[in-house]
């Protein structure tokens, strides 16, 4: 539903053929991915890429989608394969988990008394939209 909303198919962009990229291989898709902290999940429409065993990420301050090597996601239950879209990463829940398990913490972690709430929030992302990442952007010239 929110891929719907998002539509970054529809996007018109310039990034892979700036980079010199396959067009019709790397188009910008919506992703649904935790943040590089491992704190939060983000909605972003950034180009997809290939994903090698790992969970992915997005890091804002790079402007780009990438494996993040400390989440191996091929040893996790269930697991993801040795190579995926990074567009379905939604689809290797464990991944996420970080995400909630951080989120618990922080919550149940207040004074004494105080009440609590479970990991998992109610959104399955938080609602940012970005725009093209400035990492792709066309030099001044």
């Avoid at 700036?18 to 429409?45: D, K, M, P």
């Avoid at 959104?123 to 093209?132: A, D, Q, R």
């Amino acid at each position: 539903m929110a891929a719907k909303q998002m539509d970054c198919e529809s996007i018109d962009q310039e990034c892979s053929k700036l980079n010199g990229l396959n067009n019709q291989r790397y188009i910008f898709q919506y992703h649904c991915l935790i943040n590089s902290w491992g704190n939060a999940t983000i909605e972003v429409c950034a180009l997809n890429r290939s994903i090698f065993g790992y969970c992915a990420e997005y890091d804002a301050a790079g402007g780009l989608v990438q494996d993040n090597y400390d989440l191996d996601c091929q040893q996790r239950h269930p697991p993801c394969p040795a190579l995926y879209n990074s567009a379905e990463a939604y689809l290797y829940q464990s991944c996420y988990d970080l995400v909630y398990r951080k989120r618990a913490n922080k919550t149940t972690a207040g004074p004494k008394g105080s009440s609590s709430s479970s990991g998992r929030f109610s959104g399955s992302c938080l609602p940012i939209l970005l725009s093209i990442a400035l990492a792709f952007r066309k030099p001044y010239g």
